[in-house]
């Protein structure tokens, strides 16, 4: 019996609490902060993902064996190297990758690089600071459109903008490395060629020389149904994606995935954890748009449920290095998730509402994303408030079984996008 410490208290949290909870192997699971709904999995510690101290002091008061950070920010932080540095922490297996391979989320500018020293197809591109803001206006000038601009560190996924029209595209550009719209994170600007197909998620997790691929998926990330509207961090996702047959799957994995790894090794770069793959199909051919160093929300709240192997049995494997030993099982069924945010997200919206309705849904997993409890009550605490899933053996059944659930939550100025998979319907 392992005894584990899951960083986070969104969606993905939520999902992989419940995988991990599943396994004969989980012993003690503490999630934190966790949310209402992590603890039916296990016990909510009230810390912040980026308290190392605080984080530190859990591990050893309650013999933590697995650290499992949810979220980029600790990853990014060079929480892997922290807990490899000191002598009362350092056997714990981190499912993460170390403070330079996270630089593959925390850096656009660092993976665009890496991407172009080992052949992996991504869009073109030049990198600007403020230093090189005249040639960077000269680039965008005379640039194709619609182009892309991306602050080059987290931005909370706020900090792309695809411009399409020079001035738009100008204006942007100017808040992000002059008007310091980002902060520190957009100090450095990638401006790439727009890809003009369709988006999926891939996923895998590595021991930093083997790794097993996970269930794909394709998320949704606009507000409005049509995808219209702004950017969220997303509104629903389904798996498996009915475009990525074995062929295109065997593509990424010789183009995209293979290289990624080895590439890695080369460069040192300890990576042990998830990899998460943002691509996009262009007339049949994988690019990647970006990578992650983590699993996708809303995306692990499909891909969890197709996951058929024990989660810590394989968060184990890589702790050892054998996943070279283990084939990855992906339920034949599909999933889908919807999800509820709050009335007004993305923009201005309201906490602490009263939910009500859960003990009416029957048939679909419930994972809480932005929930709390207060006076008893569940209540919203997020903009992404809660995620639907549904397994079933088409992607209309899944589809159909998350929305009537979904339609029995009730909180003030609960919205939900109605049209999710819209494109795929089987």
């Not at 170390?98 to 591109?125: C, N, V, W």
């Not at 099982?329 to 201005?348: C, E, F, I, R, W």
């Not at 639907?388 to 992607?395: E, F, G, I, K, Y």
């Not at 109605?418 to 494109?423: H, L, S, V």
């Amino acid at each position: 019996m392992k005894n584990i410490l899951l960083l986070g208290g969104g969606g993905r949290e939520s999902a992989l609490a419940w995988k991990l909870k599943q396994s004969p192997l989980c012993g003690t699971l503490l999630i934190a902060p966790g949310n209402a709904g992590t603890v039916d999995y296990g016990t909510n510690i009230p810390v912040s993902v980026s308290d190392f101290a605080a984080i530190k002091k859990i591990c050893i008061d309650h013999n933590i064996d697995i650290l499992v950070p949810g979220p980029e920010e600790p990853l990014v932080l060079g929480i892997y190297d922290f807990f490899k540095n000191d002598p009362a922490l350092s056997q714990i297996i981190v499912a993460g990758p170390s403070k330079d391979g996270a630089q593959l989320e925390g850096s656009k500018a660092f993976s665009k690089k890496f991407m172009a020293r080992h052949g992996i197809p991504t869009a073109a591109y030049r990198e600007f600071t403020a230093e090189t803001y005249n040639d960077g206006v000269e680039w965008i000038r005379q640039s194709e459109l619609p182009i892309v601009l991306k602050a080059d560190g987290l931005a909370a996924g706020k900090g792309v903008v695809i411009a399409q029209s020079i001035d738009e595209a100008e204006q942007a550009f100017k808040e992000m490395l002059i008007d310091s719209r980002f902060g520190t994170a957009g100090s450095k600007v990638v401006i790439e060629q727009f890809l003009d197909g369709i988006e999926l998620s891939v996923f895998i997790l590595t021991d930093g020389e083997h790794y097993v691929l996970l269930p794909e998926a394709k998320d949704y990330k606009r507000i409005g149904e049509g995808d219209t509207g702004l950017n969220t961090g997303g509104m629903g996702a389904i798996s498996p994606v009915p475009f990525a047959d074995k062929d295109f799957i065997q593509k990424v994995i010789n183009t995209i995935i293979d290289p990624t790894v080895s590439g890695l090794q080369k460069e040192g770069i300890v990576y042990k954890g998830f990899i998460f793959f943002g691509l996009i199909k262009v007339k049949g051919e994988p690019y990647v748009i970006e990578y992650n160093c983590r699993l996708g929300d809303p995306e692990t709240e499909v891909v969890m449920p197709r996951l058929e192997n024990d989660l810590v049995a394989l968060l184990l494997a890589m702790g050892k290095g054998e996943l070279n030993n283990v084939t990855a099982l992906h339920s034949q069924k599909k999933a889908a998730t919807v999800m509820l945010v709050a009335g007004g997200y993305p923009s201005d919206y309201h906490k602490g509402e009263v939910m009500s309705g859960f003990e009416k849904t029957d048939g679909s997993l419930l994972f809480h994303a932005g929930t709390a409890v207060k006076n008893d009550n569940i209540v919203t605490n997020g903009g992404r408030v809660l995620a639907v899933t549904s397994l079933a053996d088409s992607l209309s059944q899944a589809l159909e079984q998350s929305y009537t659930n979904a339609a029995l939550i009730e909180y003030e100025g609960v919205y939900y996008r109605k049209d999710i998979g819209w494109e795929f319907h089987d």
